[in-house]
């Protein structure tokens, strides 16, 4: 199951970077953070269990769709036997981590530091990733691997804009529901690019009334029509203030107005995964939120919150 996120901070236009390795070259991996840190990007380290528990999966599965890009420092960590021959190969959840973002994102949103001057075995279905090398007796390799990166990752953005209808909707968007006990809702929510032509909704959080954080949502798939301006998607999230969280899925569609880029209307359903004959549709209305809207409601401060929730239910009798 999903872990509600610890660091609630508000969501910007600044691609998003994981950043994962073995634990034996942690330290290059926190190398590449600084220096991919310090050109404008926001670096998202892989901290986690390093194994394949089921906690860890659903944990990056989750990260996949809240990140742009993905970096996977590739070293030398262990001796194979292959075919009789002896050669060196990175971490085996290096690999399948590296595979996992790469099917997400794609793989030419995904980039690999291969560590140099050793023969180290590379899978041929990666050969469609982007590769960077380092050397471990080269401080410098990381700075260069780093620059590398910047340059493929500013042109992977330059072309995901250029030509794609998705670019006109994507950011933050608001939106308030009357929830299941008959309480309204404020919700905010980040569609972001993925592909071309490919929006995610992540980081979706929802607060009650009294700015109260009530549920963490995200989509898990998605289509959008550029003729009709509409956005269908599937999705799960939890209610991590339930005595036992519990998980929730269901689908969904916005239509967004050509003439008025600020609005959308659609609908979703709802349903408790312990409780399939439960399920619910919500109807939604959507405005485009801000920086500062998002600033308050992930603020520390709980009448901050309460404010910025109050403020965003106004807007419901502006856009019925």
């Not at 009650?208 to 995200?218: H, I, K, N, T, V």
Request: proline share 4%.
């Amino acid at each position: 199951m999903p872990r509600f996120r610890d660091e609630q901070r508000p969501m910007n236009g600044t691609p998003r970077v994981f950043l994962g390795s073995s634990t034996e070259v942690a330290e290059y991996m926190r190398a590449l953070e600084t220096e991919l840190g310090g050109m404008g990007f926001a670096t998202v380290p892989w901290h986690g269990n390093f194994g394949l528990a089921r906690n860890t999966l659903d944990e990056l599965w989750r990260m996949t769709h809240e990140v742009d890009f993905a970096v996977f420092v590739w070293a030398a960590d262990v001796m194979h036997k292959e075919r009789g021959r002896q050669r060196w190969a990175t971490r085996d959840n290096v690999v399948y981590e590296a595979g996992l973002f790469a099917g997400v994102l794609s793989p030419q949103r995904v980039f690999l530091v291969v560590e140099a001057g050793v023969d180290i075995k590379i899978p041929s279905d990666y050969l469609g990733i982007g590769f960077a090398s380092f050397n471990r007796s080269d401080e410098a390799s990381i700075r260069r691997a780093a620059g590398e990166i910047r340059t493929a990752i500013d042109r992977a953005v330059r072309e995901l804009e250029e030509g794609d209808p998705t670019r006109l909707v994507a950011g933050l968007w608001a939106d308030a529901v009357v929830n299941r006990d008959e309480k309204s809702v404020i919700s905010l929510f980040e569609l972001r690019h993925r592909a071309a032509g490919t929006l995610d909704i992540v980081n979706g959080r929802a607060w009650d009334p009294d700015g109260e954080l009530r549920a963490q949502f995200w989509s898990t798939s998605s289509r959008f029509d550029p003729a009709t301006h509409t956005l269908t998607y599937s999705w799960q999230g939890i209610h991590p203030r339930e005595a036992v969280v519990s998980e929730h899925f269901g689908v969904g569609s916005l239509s967004f107005d050509p003439e008025q880029r600020d609005r959308a209307t659609g609908w979703f359903s709802w349903s408790p995964r312990s409780a399939l004959d439960q399920t619910i549709l919500v109807s939604r209305s959507c405005l485009r939120a801000s920086e500062a809207d998002a600033v308050d409601l992930f603020s520390d401060d709980r009448q901050t919150r309460r404010q910025a929730v109050q403020r965003l239910l106004n807007w419901r009798e502006q856009i019925r």
